[in-house]
Nanobody
Framework: QVQLVESGGGLVQAGGSLKLSCAPS????????MGWYRQAPGKQRELVAA???????NYPDSVKGRFTISRDNAKNTAYLQMNNLNPEDTADYYC???????????????????WGQGTQVTVSS
């Protein structure tokens, strides 16, 4: 299967910025949609940003104007730039991606829909 590796979380003061990154752990054939989700303690996981292979983006009102999702198709990497963070943004952030890869040992082309392990973002007031 394909695993996604995230990085960039941490502790930041309110009003500060962080940039998250997400990339597959192995070679893949293609990535279609990519997205970032977050889950705060005691709450359901929610979408915070999504981007299609063509670059169209989608954000909920809670982060619109503050968060920007982007992707580098050459590196199969997605980014989440988070500005003007506030304590309500504190959560574990997860990357999701779907695409295709060659499954060993016979190189059969298979679809994947994978999640990262999560990276913690803490915003202090």
């Amino acid at each position: 299967q394909v695993q996604l590796v995230e990085s960039g979380g941490g502790l930041v003061q309110a009003g500060g910025s962080l940039k998250l990154s997400c990339a597959p752990s192995r070679n893949i054939l293609s990535i279609n949609a990519m997205g970032w989700y977050r889950q705060a303690p005691g709450k359901q996981r929610e979408l915070v940003a999504a981007i299609t292979s063509g670059g169209s983006t989608n954000y909920p009102d809670s982060v619109k104007g503050r968060f920007t999702i982007s992707r580098d198709n050459a590196k199969n990497t997605a980014y989440l730039q988070m500005n003007n963070l506030n304590p309500e943004d504190t959560a574990d952030y997860y990357c999701n991606a779907e695409g295709t890869y060659r499954r060993r040992p016979y190189s059969v082309v298979e679809p994947f829909n994978s999640w990262g392990q999560g990276t913690q973002v803490t915003v202090s007031s």
